[in-house]
Each structure stands twice: as C-alpha cells, then as structure tokens.
C-alpha cells in the first residue's frame, strides 16, 4: 500500500512548554489531552510531530531524535527563525530550546541541513531531499582554493559535525581552535571568517558571552577585498544576526 505514514512519538517534560514552542515555529497544535496520558500533537504543513509528557523527565538527558526531509531547507529555517524573532525576540542559538544554522553536513554527504532541539532536548534534523543515489551539488561540497583553506573548511567540516549534529559542542570547540591556532590560519580570510563566525556561534552555546564578544571582534578585524566580503557574506550575516544588541555588528574591514 502506498498511504502509510510514519509519526514520531517524542517524550517531553512538559505538553505545554512544546506546545509554546512549536507554534512560535508556524505550527498549529491539531490534539492535546491530558489524561489519561499528556500528549500533545503539532503540525506544520507536511510535518506532523507527537509529543507525550514524563513526569520528571530531564531533557537534558534526552535521546529523541528524528529526520524531517524537505527540498527547502534554507527556505524552512528562515521560517523558523522568523517565528523566534517574533516570539522570543532573537535567534535562539543557547540552552533550551534552540536551533543550529543551515550548513553543509560532512556527514550526510555535505547537503545541508540544520537541527532544532526542542524543549524536550529532542533533536529535529531537517535535512535536504536528493534524488536516491545522486551525489551533492557542486556548490556544497568544502572550499579548497589553498593548502591553508583546505585545511581550514575541512576542520569546519568536522566541528559541524560535532556540533551540530551529534552535540558535542566542546569537542567542536577543540576543532576549531586547533585550527585557529596554526600559524596559516589567516592565509584564507573567508575561510577565517567562517571558522571565526562559527566559534563565536558556540561560545553562546557554551554561555560565554565574553569569547563570544572577542571573537565578533575578531570577525570584524578580517580585511576583505569586496570580492571575498561576497563569498563570507552567510558567515557575516550570522555574526551581525548574533551579536548582542548593544554591540557593533561584524562587518569586517575592507
């Protein structure tokens, strides 16, 4: 038969608080009950997610987890970036709930995607529909122009990886130092910005504003010929989109 549908049954600690959330992203809640058990079931468009609550339940220790596929990757979290700015006022990038930035994925063969962790602690990965054994488009695969930015992108790459796939934001963290650190790391000044405007994005992860504030900084400092300023204009607009309102944003130095 070709109706079935697979729905993902989610653990929460709270209906009410993934009910908050959902519909801040555009969704609409379509069954709530409390008893006997709390469940709650949201929707949006084609994506359907059902949530049941736990008492006591820590969502830090959650392991829920699921795939949403669609060929509109970039259009969806632009969607649910809106609904936060509405809703919360900023991206949130730290803590419970949050969302990651739509990248290329080293692990799923460089297609973008991006994850939301909800305030349940699951992770919803949104990842881009491909034909069935085609490979990535040209444009997503890692920049190489140099040896330098070779070894730059490939170490975003892997703290991508680490990130914002599998949650180790410490081990990402060691990634991209490691690589900050070499005494090449500015003979590619995208691929510098890049790595800077994404180490800054983790340092809000890990809830230091003060590495965050150097690192915008840092950003800032990075002299781009125009041409370059259009390469590292995502990265930029990342920066600018979480630096803190008081503050400057990143243009970098021309």
């Known amino acids: ?10 653990p929460c600690s709270s209906i009410d608080d993934i009910e908050t959330f959902y519909v801040a992203l555009g969704f609409r809640t379509t069954y709530k009950q409390r008893k006997p058990n709390p469940h709650v079931v949201v929707e949006r468009e084609a994506i359907g997610l059902h949530f049941f609550e736990i008492a006591g339940f820590d969502p830090e220790q959650s392991y829920g987890s699921c795939l949403v596929v669609t060929p509109d990757v970039e259009g969806l979290h632009r969607a649910f970036a809106a609904g936060m700015r509405a809703t919360y006022g900023k991206v949130l990038v730290s ?16 297609v973008t995607g991006f994850s939301v962790i909800d305030p349940g602690g699951n992770w919803i ?7 069935p054994g085609s490979a990535p ?20 790459a892997n703290a991508v ?6 949650g180790d934001t410490a081990q990402a963290v060691r990634i991209l130092d490691t690589a900050l650190a070499r ?4 003979d590619d000044p995208v691929a510098l910005v890049e790595l800077l405007a994404y180490r800054a994005e983790l340092a809000l992860v890990l809830g230091d504003s003060a590495t965050a504030s150097a690192l915008f900084n840092r950003v800032a400092a990075v002299s781009l010929t125009p041409e370059e300023r259009e390469r590292a204009a995502t990265a930029l607009e990342n920066a600018a989109d979480l630096v803190q309102p008081d503050s400057p944003p990143p243009t970098s130095a021309g």
């Open 1 to 10: 038969m070709a109706d079935e549908v697979t729905v993902p049954l989610l």
């Open 95 to 110: 803590g419970l709930p949050r969302m990651t930035r739509a990248r290329p994925r080293k692990n799923y063969g460089g």
């Open 125 to 131: 990965r949104v990842v881009h529909r491909t034909s």
């Open 137 to 156: 488009d040209a444009e997503r695969q890692p920049r190489a122009a140099n040896v330098a930015g070779g070894r730059l992108t490939t170490a975003l």
């Open 161 to 166: 990886v680490q990130a914002d796939s599998r």
């Open 183 to 186: 005494p090449d790391a500015t």
